[in-house]
């Protein structure tokens, strides 16, 4: 039997009265892209977007991504109204239940307008066609390089196939209108070889086939019909060799009630060693909101036995056609699905130029939606060790998603240069109070390269994977427990190590104060000991201490990998009468601090902290007391670390490079506080506090007031 009787030459579907030079109508008009002309060029990122080799987020393209979908008429021409449905009853009109409309913009579905709003095109790669034919003078290929082959004719299909994988006018933009194609005929396996081997000759990420051999499915008999001759052999052996590097991509049967998949779509359970480079692409209309597929229709086959290596793209696009240079038309398929998902891998490339093709086929697979309604699991796929990926006979792996692809997967790493791997979504610090934004400051523009479960490189912020501590509040539970009972603001070892549980002790002559401090969080996993002691100089009193032990009050950073603190402080306060009611007292601490942490670098720190206060008794009315203070909370004056982090460096080589850390906040915290507190009888008293703070938490320009009421009633 002559193998042409087994080819399903076009395995599409168009809709009829709109394919251009078909008895059709007119093109659809393409609308102005709202600034008064028309844009032909390639996308381009905004100000400040760039994408180097990854999308962190969405965030920064979401805005000219949604632009693109709304105000280019390139994009907009994308979208379907659903008055063209399949008609699966072929009763020649739309019944509700049967029959599916084909709605909304495939750019959107697949999450491809993210992708050209970060600057992606697919500059630099090259996708190979195999098909019925061309017309390469079609301006929907100006200006790129395409390869032909020989004995090709000029036919819509073909045209229209390789103007959603790269096309590029003013009334249309393709997935990857930035790369390269090479055309070539499926009208012999002869031409079928050419084809893959020019792929081969040209390191072409993909290979695409929208069609299929008809009547032919995946079983022996089948595969020894098509492959059992010597130029069968010299085709299969020519996409073997191709898909060494590069990805086959194979549509599909449009039959919708097919139960078997067919030969070449399905050829991988075959063929064993060609699955890590083969696709198979059905057609689905998905329903979505916001980026997330929640529905779904199959228009064509279901993926079934080539489900583990299947994924689904919606394949209604408007495309050119081959009637002239400038027209198009309006069509939908397994075809049409194909080469989105082969412009996707393009994408791709361009995005991850370090990873192998076949990396970039995982990628596409595990960034697949399947989580919407309708999608049932049948297996599953260990895309890469540890990493599983769901499939169903029906589905594949999900929808198209190149946004998703374009984004970590799985689980993102850091490695630093002791070998300890942190997770980037945990902080790599969380600095320590008494710094402020000093390790961020030093972290900031620092681009550390992250790896993702599928081994792709992201850059991430260092800054950005610093976490605060939250200050200690202003005014504590303790203090409006207690506001009737005045304390000077703390200083010494309750600065540096909190309040403590005080213990007098006698040691000979002289009287002591011992106090036992812990974690300020409540836990007991960090303790430190200080004493004191006072000495009376006749008219002031003089108080001297000390403190030894962990850094209870959070004062250093805790770095990811495990970090040890520890402090030793020294502190003196002076109080001196000026007159019956008034009292002056200078306080002032200092502590050495060290950090070592499980990342290896380790920190010498000098801290410091001080306070002058005035309190006046009997101020305004008898039993009344007011206070003035200026203290400036514990921080660090010196000291500095560094951290080995793996980054790019001018050669473009991820090298671990030490990036210095001055731990000292460039401003200090100053605060005022002001405190009234009066009797109102005899068994009520009423207090008002004040506080107002410049650099809050040693962060320039941060501010903060708070106010406290207290009110006591006795019984």
């Known amino acids: 039997m002559d193998w042409r009787s087994k080819r399903l030459s076009t395995a599409m579907i168009l809709v009829s009265g709109l394919l251009a030079g078909c008895g059709g109508e007119d093109t659809p008009a393409v609308k102005d892209p709202g600034n008064g002309k028309k844009d032909s060029g390639l996308p381009q990122t905004d100000n400040g977007v760039l994408l180097a080799s990854f999308l962190s987020s969405l965030d920064s393209v979401r805005t000219r991504a949604n632009r693109l979908l709304t105000k280019d008429a390139r994009y907009q021409v994308q979208s379907a109204s659903g008055s063209q449905y399949i008609d699966h009853n072929e009763n020649g009109s739309f019944d509700s239940g049967a029959d599916v409309r084909l709605q909304g913009n495939p750019i959107e579905h697949a999450g491809i307008h993210y992708a050209h709003a970060a600057g992606l095109t697919g500059a630099g790669q090259v996708i190979a066609f195999s098909d019925s034919g061309f017309r390469s003078g079609h301006e929907a290929f100006s200006g790129k390089s395409v390869t032909t082959g020989t004995g090709l004719a000029s036919d819509d299909h073909g045209t229209f196939v390789a103007s959603i994988a790269t096309g590029l006018s003013d009334d249309m933009i393709g997935v990857a209108p930035g790369a390269n194609a090479i055309f070539g005929s499926f009208d012999s396996y002869t031409q079928l070889a050419e084809t893959a081997n020019a792929a081969t000759r040209a390191g072409a990420v993909a290979l695409n086939n929208s069609w299929g051999y008809s009547g032919m499915n995946v079983n022996r008999s089948d595969y020894n019909f098509i492959f059992g001759s010597s130029s069968g052999r010299t085709y299969l052996n020519a996409l073997k060799n191709y898909a060494n590097d590069g990805v086959v991509v194979f549509a599909a049967s449009n039959d919708y009630d097919q139960t078997t998949s067919g030969l070449m779509s399905g050829l991988p359970a075959l063929e064993p060693s060609l699955e890590q480079s083969w696709l198979a692409v059905v057609n689905g209309v998905p329903v979505v909101s916001g980026d997330d597929v929640v529905s779904a229709k199959r228009v064509s086959a279901g993926c079934l036995e080539a489900a583990s290596w299947c994924i689904a793209a919606n394949g209604s696009w408007t495309g050119a056609t081959a009637s002239s240079n400038r027209s198009y038309a309006f069509g939908t398929g397994t075809s049409y699905a194909t080469p989105a998902v082969a412009g996707a891998l393009a994408l791709l490339a361009e995005a991850f130029p370090d990873m192998t093709h076949q990396e970039l086929r995982i990628r596409l697979l595990a960034s697949a939606d399947n989580e919407f309604d309708g999608f049932t699991q049948d297996g599953a796929v260990e895309l890469v060790p540890g990493f599983e990926h769901a499939y169903s006979s029906e589905w594949g792996h999900g929808f198209l998603d190149v946004a998703a692809a374009l984004m970590p997967i799985g689980q993102t790493t850091i490695t630093t240069q002791n070998g300890t791997v942190l997770n980037a979504n945990e902080p790599l610090a969380v600095a320590g109070s008494a710094s402020g934004d000093?390790?961020?400051?030093?972290?900031?523009?620092?681009?550390?390269?992250?790896?993702?479960?599928?081994?792709?490189?992201?850059?991430?912020?260092?800054?950005?994977?610093?976490?605060?501590?939250?200050?200690?509040?202003?005014?504590?539970?303790?203090?409006?427990?207690?506001?009737?009972?005045?304390?000077?603001?703390?200083?010494?070892?309750?600065?540096?190590?909190?309040?403590?549980?005080?213990?007098?002790?006698?040691?000979?002559?002289?009287?002591?104060?011992?106090?036992?401090?812990?974690?300020?969080?409540?836990?007991?996993?960090?303790?430190?000991?200080?004493?004191?002691?006072?000495?009376?100089?006749?008219?002031?009193?003089?108080?001297?201490?000390?403190?030894?032990?962990?850094?209870?009050?959070?004062?250093?950073?805790?770095?990811?990998?495990?970090?040890?603190?520890?402090?030793?402080?020294?502190?003196?306060?002076?109080?001196?009468?000026?007159?019956?009611?008034?009292?002056?007292?200078?306080?002032?601490?200092?502590?050495?601090?060290?950090?070592?942490?499980?990342?290896?670098?380790?920190?010498?720190?000098?801290?410091?902290?001080?306070?002058?206060?005035?309190?006046?008794?009997?101020?305004?009315?008898?039993?009344?007391?007011?206070?003035?203070?200026?203290?400036?909370?514990?921080?660090?004056?010196?000291?500095?670390?560094?951290?080995?982090?793996?980054?790019?460096?001018?050669?473009?080589?991820?090298?671990?490079?030490?990036?210095?850390?001055?731990?000292?906040?460039?401003?200090?915290?100053?605060?005022?506080?002001?405190?009234?507190?009066?009797?109102?009888?005899?068994?009520?008293?009423?207090?008002?506090?004040?506080?107002?703070?410049?650099?809050?938490?040693?962060?320039?320009?941060?501010?903060?007031?708070?106010?406290?009421?207290?009110?006591?009633a006795q019984f």
């Open 438 to 712: 000093a390790v961020a400051r030093a972290l900031r523009n620092v681009e550390v390269v992250s790896q993702d479960s599928l081994s792709a490189s992201f850059l991430v912020d260092a800054s950005q994977m610093i976490a605060h501590r939250p200050a200690l509040p202003m005014f504590t539970s303790d203090d409006a427990i207690n506001f009737d009972q005045y304390r000077a603001p703390e200083i010494g070892s309750a600065t540096f190590f909190g309040s403590g549980a005080g213990i007098p002790i006698q040691v000979l002559d002289s009287a002591y104060d011992l106090s036992i401090y812990r974690s300020r969080n409540g836990g007991s996993d960090r303790f430190g000991l200080g004493l004191r002691r006072s000495f009376d100089l006749g008219g002031a009193n003089l108080q001297i201490g000390g403190g030894l032990g962990e850094d209870t009050m959070d004062l250093l950073s805790d770095w990811n990998g495990g970090s040890d603190a520890s402090l030793m402080s020294l502190d003196m306060a002076l109080s001196a009468e000026v007159s019956d009611n008034a009292q002056v007292k200078f306080a002032l601490g200092y502590a050495l601090g060290q950090e070592a942490s499980g990342l290896g670098q380790s920190a010498d720190v000098l801290l410091n902290g001080g306070a002058l206060t005035y309190a006046h008794q009997n101020a305004f009315s008898h039993n009344d007391r007011f206070s003035l203070s200026l203290s400036m909370p514990a921080a660090i004056s010196s000291g500095t670390t560094s951290v080995a982090l793996p980054m790019v460096n001018d050669s473009g080589a991820i090298t671990h490079q030490n990036v210095p850390i001055d731990l000292a906040p460039s401003d200090r915290e100053m605060r005022l506080t002001l405190s009234y507190e009066r009797p109102l009888t005899r068994h009520t008293n009423i207090g008002v506090s004040f506080a107002h703070a410049i650099n809050r938490g040693h962060i320039p320009g941060a501010r903060e007031t708070a106010v406290m009421f207290g009110f006591r």
